[in-house]
């Protein structure tokens, strides 16, 4: 079993830059395909980008492409999101979330997680 923490959220002004991480306890971590979701109020939990256990595959979504970067340090257990020019679009709750294997191919379907973070508060305003 994996617990997963966020930190890091915040409020930032448009443009502006924060680092999201994701601290993991089980020994799992460093087998497991990781990702970052995001939810909007009043909308569906969204993909935002994923890596793989060894760091060497990663995804984005269309909408975070170029701006996010999502890296890992499987000797500290921590998976990151660093979130570049941020727009009060990008303003959501941030969880992560991990899965022991499965199909790269999925890495963007919510039901394919097995363990989720409570998940950090990101407002993007002036």
């Known amino acids: 079993q994996v617990q997963l923490v966020e930190s890091g959220g915040g409020l930032v002004q448009p443009g502006g830059s924060l680092r999201l991480s994701c601290a993991a306890s089980?020994?799992?971590?460093?087998?497991?395909?990781m990702a970052w979701f995001r939810q909007a109020p009043g909308k569906e939990r969204e993909f935002v980008a994923a890596?793989?256990?060894?760091?060497?595959?990663?995804y984005d979504a269309d909408s975070v492409k170029g701006r996010f970067t999502i890296s890992r340090d499987n000797a500290k257990n921590t998976v990151y999101l660093q979130m570049n020019s941020l727009k009060p679009e990008d303003t959501a709750v941030y969880y992560c979330?991990?899965?022991?294997?499965?199909?790269?191919?999925?890495?963007?379907?919510?039901?394919?997680?097995?363990?989720w973070g409570q998940g950090t508060q990101v407002t993007v305003s002036s």
């Open positions: 979330a991990g899965r022991i294997r499965g199909n790269w191919n999925l890495v963007t379907v919510v039901s394919e997680y097995n363990y």
């Open positions: 089980g020994r799992t971590f460093s087998s497991s395909t």
């Open positions: 890596i793989s256990w060894s760091g060497g595959m990663t």
